[in-house]
């Protein structure tokens, strides 16, 4: 069976988010994913807060870090992060929807590089993360 690669995309997608129960008890919705692309979405819920009232950043790192994973592995390659690096730009709060926006940058051989805007609801950028990656061994989806 053939696939192009915006099928593939949705399928490597599908099958990600069915095995990563991380994301889903937090939350996370897979909005939107294309070849190098990742949207994804979390409401920010009381449990998320730290002792300032805002979501801690670890939830906004998670959230950034499920959409670059999303994206990378979109061309059907298992593919995992090699590093990454967050900046913190202004606090999520308690019932704001935060949205990460996943774009590959570069991908040459085995590595890649991916830029991923944390914003919230009003369009307010919470979060700037890049992450790198390499490819490993296998599809993520059978086709």
């Known amino acids: 069976m053939q696939f192009d690669a915006q099928a593939l995309a949705e399928l490597a997608g599908r099958t990600m ?3 990563d129960p991380a994301s ?15 949207r994804m979405s979390m409401r920010v819920r009381d449990d998320m807060l ?31 992060g090699a590093g990454c690096s967050i900046d913190y730009l202004s606090p999520g709060r ?26 919230n609801q009003d369009g307010r950028k919470v979060a700037l993360f890049r992450g790198k990656s390499h490819r490993v061994n296998g599809m993520v989806a059978e086709v």
């Open 50 to 80: 730290n002792g300032h009232g805002t979501c801690h950043g670890g939830y906004i790192f998670m959230l950034a870090d499920s959409a670059f994973a999303f994206a990378c592995n979109s061309h059907n390659v298992n593919t995992v």
């Open 24 to 38: 889903q008890r937090l939350g996370m919705t897979l909005d939107e994913i294309r070849p190098g692309y990742a």
């Open 94 to 119: 308690e019932g704001d929807l935060l949205t990460a926006e996943a774009q590959e940058q570069a991908l040459s051989g085995k590595t890649g590089v991916y830029d991923i805007v944390v914003s």
């Open 17 to 19: 988010y069915e095995r």
